[in-house]
């Protein structure tokens, strides 16, 4: 979907630099939000993928969050869309710890070990099949407008590139998050005035990794 | 223009907010209260990448392959088995991308549409590099992103911003500082900052460690 | 500038038709912001376009603000920039009404005659000089990322349409807002699958008043 | 998706702030203060906009363009003059260009940098003009948003959307209902809605009157 986390060239943000911009995160909430998250997906908690789930929410809202507080929304939206929560069970807990109770004790080791062992597993891009683009090949993205979760920015629709690498092959992410049909993914490189017209900057390339069906031969 | 209306983005800059803090609490309560996720599982995951996954881990493969020429060529030919030789692999890894910055190029790194990092080399990415101001100004004003980082590139250098948007993850590897040769790699890995492999710094000059 | 305000065809925001969604406003503090607006407009007492000025919000708060919020923002901003005000004259008569104190009486006949009299006035477009494009042209909207206000939506860059109208000349205002040098304003005419791709509802045209210096010959 | 976090938009949907009311009496009180803006002239252009100012004046421009087939060909020509002829003109109606709804063709109106509208004609435009979720659909889904006014349209109808980005305003001029051969144009002017003249409705049936 076009939301407003697809925001590369946009103006307005202000600077990149700035007190605390170098931390990785300053509360420690923080990487507690980020760990919950990753053990929802490893236990088969929550259903949805939380990069896609983030896109829906309302665009203030989104913009106005932290990044882990967008992490803590998607997390409760994945559980709730399994069944494994229920819209106001979260808020029933945070009555209830305001009201004095203490959490309750909830410990397992082999949880542990088993999220240990199962963040070192990597998961690489499939082999390449038949693919429709070479290396060198000119080509063009698509003009469209996805409903559902892409990764196709809107700053690429339209331009022109060049092929410069074949990725492998991937689950096809418009048509669901992460449940396509495997397609090709390759490194397509934009000069950047193809993008964004003239800069007194000069020229530069970005090169992103796109699937084959946004792609036509240029 | 940024200057100018400042002042307002004082006032609306997202503040840590008490409760979120309370609500992240009250999930881990009721996932406890379920028995589905043990709170030894969160702090083995926060410490995980609190002491073992972090930017050390990317300098090492850094070092690497400035020491070790056969090790550099395996590593930009293919990422992934390579940093798997030094023992790096997980999650936001699936495929492993280095890319080298020489005299003539610059590489820098972003995710437009998230924040996609390659988490088991370089840990946790810092703020900015989830702010919408990275996001947006990355791919569209790379000279005048890289300044505020107090990189000056001269203008003849080729830049290539990568912007991971699909199950691809980049490492820079920044260029070797003068004046290391013979150097060991754990030195040498010294050298080798965070912001250098995502592209927004350069390797430390030798003469930059001392104050470290 | 590409900021949030620019935004034809995104997702995100929900429904149109909503409860109180056919009202023009729904507080009296609403309207009054229109005519302080206007007024100040009227008098000369702000520097700068309340339209190109609002573009400059912060993305949450311009999401997140009320219309008539966001002209009042304005309004302030163009005040501060004409040097009629300075930044915090309008926090201390906030205190001073909290305070209980009254709001000091004026009345200016002749300025609310003024007011109406001037309410009234047409500004039209000036005649078209020399023209680079003829109606039937096909044009395409260059690629580009003004910093500045702009009257060309992202949703368009590089696409190609038809001129089907020469609306007149108007001033640039890429380049400051209304005080660049008269140019030509075309009616282009888009297919929507030019814009948007493929789409469910089938097909449709969308046509935008854009600026010779937008538009190349395709 | 929309149905599915309507529960959020509820929260984060702007609410009106007491504050803002408040800051507005500030800067009344401010500007008063200063002898620069007075109350009586703010009193009169909310007058203005509130009494004078509205629909019922593209209404009576869209019933004499039906009754008199003259001006509705100078109207359809060049509508800045058209209207003046009645007495139209001021602030956003510099050049108007009106546009005709027919079997086949469904004008439809929008501006989605910001939120500009034909005010002497219509007046302050509807809240759902001005909102975010108008200005992003109206281009890209055009029967979606016209299908939440309830105006549903055959697949052979062309749609055009107009989007006001430069100095030019639109008007619609909705297709007569049927029936009406010979009513005065006070009668035909009843039948003319705003949302008829923006393009997301079309003009009243005579059976509709009754109930207004």
Same sequence: chains 1, 3.
Avoid at chain 1, 106 to 127: C, F, K, W
Avoid at chain 1, 188 to 203: H, P, Y
Avoid at chain 2, 83 to 91: N, P
Avoid at chain 2, 121 to 146: D, I, N, T
């Amino acid at each position: 979907m076009d939301g407003v986390h697809d925001m590369g060239g946009m103006h307005g943000f202000g600077a990149v630099v700035t007190p605390g911009s170098d931390e990785a995160y300053h509360e420690r909430w923080e990487p507690r939000v980020f760990a919950l998250s990753t053990l929802v997906g490893i236990e088969r908690l929550g259903q949805g993928s939380g990069r896609a789930i983030r896109e829906e929410m309302e665009p203030a809202h989104y913009l106005a969050a932290s990044y882990y507080e967008r992490w803590l929304w998607s997390i409760e939206r994945r559980l709730e869309r399994k069944g494994t929560i229920a819209p106001g069970d979260v808020d029933r807990w945070v009555e209830r710890l305001s009201a004095g109770e203490a959490a309750p004790p909830h410990a397992d080791a082999a949880q542990a070990a088993r999220a240990v062992e199962t963040i070192g597993r990597t998961d690489e891009l499939g082999p390449a099949r038949e693919t429709r683009f070479a290396v060198g090949s000119r080509v063009r993205v698509l003009r469209m407008r996805p409903a559902g979760h892409t990764r196709c920015p809107r700053y690429v629709r339209g331009a022109e590139g060049v092929v410069e690498a074949l990725r492998g092959t991937d689950r096809f992410p418009d048509i669901g998050p992460y449940e396509g049909p495997p397609e090709p993914v390759y490194s397509v490189a934009f000069a950047s005035d193809d993008l964004f017209g003239a800069s007194e900057e000069g020229r530069w390339r970005v090169l992103l990794d796109l699937f084959e069906s946004y792609l036509e031969a240029a | 223009m940024t200057q100018e209306h400042d002042h307002d983005h004082e006032h609306h800059q997202p503040q840590p907010q008490p409760e979120v803090a309370l609500r992240t609490e009250a999930l881990e309560a009721l996932l406890a209260e379920r028995g589905l996720v043990s709170s030894n599982a969160i702090d083995a995951v926060v410490e995980l990448y609190e002491n073992d996954v972090g930017p050390q881990n990317g300098a090492r493969v850094v070092a690497h392959a400035w020491a070790d020429p056969a090790y550099r060529t395996r590593l930009l030919g293919n990422g992934t088995p390579a940093v798997y030789e030094l023992g790096f692999s997980g999650f936001e890894l699936n495929t492993l991308v280095a890319v080298e910055n020489t005299p003539a190029v610059h590489n820098v790194v972003v995710c437009t549409l998230c924040s996609c990092y390659p988490w088991p080399l370089l840990g946790l990415p810092p703020s900015w590099y989830k702010s919408p101001p990275y996001r947006a100004r990355a791919v569209a004003e790379p000279r005048a992103v890289l300044r505020e980082f107090g990189l000056e590139l001269d203008s003849n250098v080729e830049i290539r911003v990568w912007d991971s948007t699909a199950e691809v993850r980049y490492l820079v590897v920044p260029e070797r500082p003068a004046g290391t040769d013979g150097w060991p790699e754990e030195e040498l890995a010294r050298l080798v900052t965070r912001d250098s492999m995502v592209g927004t710094g350069r390797a430390l000059e030798p003469s930059e460690l001392a104050g470290r």
